[in-house]
């Protein structure tokens, strides 16, 4: 079962537009660029779990792979397939499903994970969704999930004026604690249930699935911390200038915990 507050959170929709708003730009230009860089040449299969709307899967069906969605929300699915049948080179299916159960047998030259982990609370859950993940691909097969840092947060909270609103800094406390959050009070601005990693943990939870960690990659890094972000976003030369900066950053390790998100890059051995 998926847990009702979170399908309700995303129900409402705003999936579809959240890395259209110029300061949220940052996680979907940094990890297209690290997606080109790690995930094989196409043509190639890419299984994306809690693909949503499809932010991802849609760019990578139209770079030429054969792209297969799976998502617990059904309005995502929805979304997803209404805005693939615009594209002429659109998804291969867009299916409604739970990552710890995925709808799907065939294996994959890439696995993506890029939001289920977000709202897995549950340890032997998360550990259930990389099995799964690893079942889904081919030996050799890379695999790159997405997590939020515990230690990002707080500073986010402090930034949105959201520390005097009731319940927050108690589950702040909370979740930097033990890295398990509950929206306090229903307001659609603090999110719903979700787990936030630190990094160590996030690359441990690969390396129990079997898998080989080829890299802990921070995706906005310290960029978000930039008042004037969403102006460089905007404009394709300063943009550029921003990903090459964060390029040359992104595996430090002193970088990797006040990134908002954190990607780990795995590879299943050849022989298993």
Known sequence: MIDPAILGFYGLGLEQQRLQDARRSVEFWRTRDILARHLPRPPGTVLDIGGGPGAYALPLADDGYRVTLVDPVPLHVEQATRASRQQERGLHRALCGDARDLPVDEQHDAVLMLGPLYHLTAADERARTWEEARRCLRPGGVVVAAAVSRFY???????????????????????????????????????????FHTPDELAAEARTAGLTVRALIAVEGPAKFLSAIGDHMTDPERRRHVLDVQRRIEEEPTILGMSQHILAVAQRPETS
């Open 153 to 195: 947060s707080g500073w986010q909270a402090l930034d949105a004026g959201h520390m005097p609103l009731p319940g927050v800094a108690e589950a702040l406390e909370t979740q930097m604690t033990t890295g398990e959050y509950r929206n306090p009070s229903g307001d659609e601005r603090l999110w719903t249930t979700a787990y």
